[in-house]
């Protein structure tokens, strides 16, 4: 099994339909990441989280909220979604223990299409 | 603060000649510095890291890097190419005094020619 686990892998959905994207990890991580990729645009950070009580917005944050429900449990969530949320999204975990570096560990993926 | 330039979205390479992916970085502190791979309709992964031990640092699947500091460079290199290498390449940094987040360069797509 993977140690960072994505649900849905694939999502279409249409416009103003709320939408959650999950996140669970078996690293025993304390940092989760919410990314979003796009075509040319390299990763962008929507959110992250130091601890379940930490949450902290990205460079685009806009339009998306999360829940860092437990150490190993964070979501995304798309309020309203709308078509320019089209995306590859990916979540991340870091362990900044001992001799940490910021490695990020990847799940493999949420692809999302908005209609 | 950290920053990191990849030199060409998109680089072609005939198969069984050298790979250079170009990464450029800057930080005011020491910093680590990462390559990921991403493969067709796949993650990211981790194919190689520096973090101030030796100045040339090997990789998974035939790569390495190396760390030159007078030039703030981690280019990423391979010998030979292979079609499997076709994918997408990012360079990172982290430091300290951005608390280890990860910055990313824009990527690089590698494209192999036969």
């Known amino acids: 099994d993977a140690d960072v686990t994505q649900t849905p892998r694939n999502r279409i959905t249409k416009t103003g339909k709320r939408i959650m994207l999950e996140c669970s990890q078996t690293k025993g991580h304390d940092r989760m990441y919410w990314y979003r990729q796009d075509p040319g645009l390299g990763l962008r950070l929507i959110y992250y989280s130091f601890d379940v009580k930490d949450i902290n917005k990205g460079e685009i944050s806009d339009g998306y909220s999360v829940s860092r429900q437990a150490q190993a449990k964070f979501s995304l969530s798309l309020e309203s979604a709308i078509p320019n949320q089209t995306a590859l999204y990916f979540c991340?975990?870091?362990?900044?223990?001992?001799?940490?570096?910021?490695?990020?560990?990847f799940g493999e993926g949420s692809r999302l299409t908005v209609l | 603060a950290q920053s990191v330039t990849q030199l060409g979205s998109h680089v072609s390479v005939s198969e069984g000649a050298l790979v250079l992916l170009r990464c450029n970085y800057s930080?005011?502190?020491?910093?680590?510095l990462f390559w990921y791979v991403q493969y067709p309709n796949q993650g990211l992964q981790l194919l190689l890291k520096y973090t101030s031990a030796a100045t040339l640092v090997k990789g998974i699947n035939g790569f390495e890097a190396e760390f030159k500091k007078s030039e703030t460079s981690f280019h990423l290199t391979k010998p030979s190419a292979h079609m499997s290498d076709a994918a997408e390449y990012f360079c990172?940094?982290?430091?300290?005094?951005?608390?280890?987040?990860?910055?990313w360069g824009a990527g690089t797509k590698l494209i192999i020619k036969p």
């Open positions: 990172a940094v982290s430091a300290m005094d951005s608390n280890y987040q990860l910055i």
């Open positions: 930080s005011s502190v020491p910093p680590y």
């Open positions: 991340a975990t870091s362990d900044l223990g001992q001799g940490g570096t910021g490695e990020l560990f």
